[in-house]
């Protein structure tokens, strides 16, 4: 059974850093690119970061460019986000999901996980 699981939200205040996990399962996840999506209160959903299969190409939203740094260990079936220097704007379920291929081909998204609180507050 096809599984993402993201892990590694909670509170922080600005300023301060996390690293998300999306960990994937029932699935070869070296096949397929990832993406990481988020989603704040009363908001549309918005992309953040994809990497592709074999992690050669990447894409960062411009609001996070700098700041956050997507990453992948397929040999862990894990993607991982890392996020420094966050604001009380980067506040949000984090999703992610599979692209049905290499690539981060936004209409090739096929399987996302539950999501991870995050919330910078102090």
């Known amino acids: 059974q096809l599984q993402l699981v993201e892990s590694g939200g909670g509170l922080v205040q600005p300023g301060g850093s996390l690293t998300l996990s999306c960990a994937g399962s029932?699935?070869?996840?070296?096949?397929?690119?990832i993406g990481w999506f988020r989603q704040a209160p009363g908001k549309e959903r918005e992309g953040v970061s994809c990497i592709s299969s074999r992690g050669e190409r990447t894409k960062i939203a411009d609001s996070v460019k700098g700041r956050f740094t997507i990453s992948r260990d397929n040999a862990k079936n894990t993607v991982y986000l890392q996020m420094n220097s966050l604001k009380p704007e980067d506040t949000a379920i984090y999703y992610c999901a599979r692209y049905g291929t290499t690539l981060c081909l936004i209409e090739a998204l096929d399987a996302w996980g539950q999501g991870t609180l995050v919330t910078v507050s102090s």
């Open positions: 029932g699935f070869t996840l070296e096949h397929y690119a």
